[in-house]
């Protein structure tokens, strides 16, 4: 059964939509769309993107900062480093996984963000 939505797509698309470009599709769908189970992925879409923004822009700058002290900049540049690339792949292997089940399941959700919303 095709389901439209508020702004005339399949609901199936607008999910997967919501996370194509992480928090900010989130943010505009979540905003636009009446749709619960749409919001809902939106919802999902701005707090996990949205986190894992806020965490690798503090590494980031943490880092630079880091950076400019000479010996606490060499000991901590791996370490934070190897966080930020961590953080890099978990945002892209979570990108792909949400778009996935979006698709396939209306009703997925992520077992500890799921708690916050």
Do not use: C
Not at 69 to 97: C, K, N, Q
């Amino acid at each position: 059964m095709r389901r439209m939505t508020t702004l005339g797509l399949n609901e199936r698309i607008e999910r997967v939509l919501a996370y194509s470009l992480f928090w900010v599709s989130g943010f505009v769908l979540l905003m636009a769309e009446k749709n619960e189970n749409v919001r809902w992925h939106a919802r999902q879409s701005l707090i996990t993107f949205g986190t894992l923004s806020l965490l690798i822009f503090g590494v980031t700058m943490l880092n630079t900062t880091l950076s400019w002290i000479p010996l606490l900049g060499i000991l901590t540049s791996f370490g934070l480093g190897l966080l930020l690339r961590i953080l890099m792949w978990t945002w892209f292997i979570l990108w792909i996984w949400l778009m996935v089940m979006a698709w396939v399941r209306p009703d997925y959700r992520l077992p500890f963000i799921s708690k916050w919303i």
